[in-house]
């Protein structure tokens, strides 16, 4: 198996066994890119700039408040305030707020759009996010470099055969991704192998949900759990490409 900077994580990440490899990528991925805008980045004027434009979602706050770095946290949020407010009193000036013109139901004027295009705008803000740019940027990255190796070398091939394969918004990344790189005939080819092994998944998941479900009924209370105690955890990153805790 080729080793090198970029397969590594991919090939380590295959070893864990993870209901979906790529979501141990992410949460590494995402992990240090949160951590990092708390450090010493927080008084560098790129990120300052980078933030100002982009800001952080409502995840990635959250996540950020828990580094305790209450003061980082502090300077890069009060500079982001003051320029969202600049943007802020720049569109509402552009907005025709003195406007006379006669409603009319279902008829969509000029007038309307601008207000509508305010909203879209408040609505970007809210989800726009310098941390998620930069691990999906990364994650692109890494689907690239897990196709390229499921190409290239037998070995990692056989590995994917034999996982646990993907949850299922990795699933549609890495097919747009196969799609965009190699074409139709690269996304059948990693289709035809990816998706025996997530159909297994599914079935075994779907039986340790049935006694995890059973468990709680009062005839089955002192039976083992076996690999069931955690299958509601690992059902919901399938389905929802997040590790709950």
């Avoid at 740019?133 to 196709?147: G, P």
């Avoid at 998706?195 to 998944?201: G, I």
Wanted: overall charge positive; charged content about 30%; hydrophobic content about 35%.
């Amino acid at each position: 198996m080729d080793y090198h900077l970029d397969t590594i994580p991919v090939i380590d990440a295959l070893k864990e066994n993870d209901e979906c490899l790529l979501c141990v990528i992410q949460q590494k991925t995402d992990k240090m890119y949160t951590e990092s805008f708390l450090g010493g980045s927080v008084t560098s004027p790129e990120t300052r700039v980078q933030v100002n434009e982009h800001g952080f979602c409502p995840y990635h706050f959250r996540k950020l408040y828990s580094q305790k770095n209450r003061l980082g946290l502090a300077l890069l949020t009060h500079t982001y305030m003051r320029e969202t407010v600049r943007q802020l009193q720049s569109r509402v000036k552009r907005l025709p707020m003195d406007s006379k013109r006669k409603f009319s139901l279902g008829k969509k004027t000029n007038e309307i759009q601008q207000f509508e295009d305010f909203c879209d705008w408040l609505e970007n803000k809210h989800h726009d996010c310098m941390i998620c740019k930069k691990v999906n940027e990364a994650m692109d990255r890494y689907i690239y470099t897990m196709l390229y190796l499921f190409r290239t070398s037998e070995s990692f091939r056989h590995g994917i055969e034999n996982s646990k394969g993907l949850c299922l918004q990795h699933l549609k990344r890495s097919v747009q991704i196969a799609t965009e790189k190699f074409g139709a005939k690269g996304a059948s080819q990693w289709l035809k192998c990816i998706m025996p092994v997530m159909y297994r998944s599914f079935e075994r998941i779907d039986g340790e949900l049935d006694w995890f479900e059973k468990k709680f009924d009062y005839r089955y209370r002192e039976e083992p759990w076996g690999t069931a105690e955690d299958s509601l955890v690992r059902a919901l990153q399938i389905m929802v490409s997040d590790k709950f805790e």
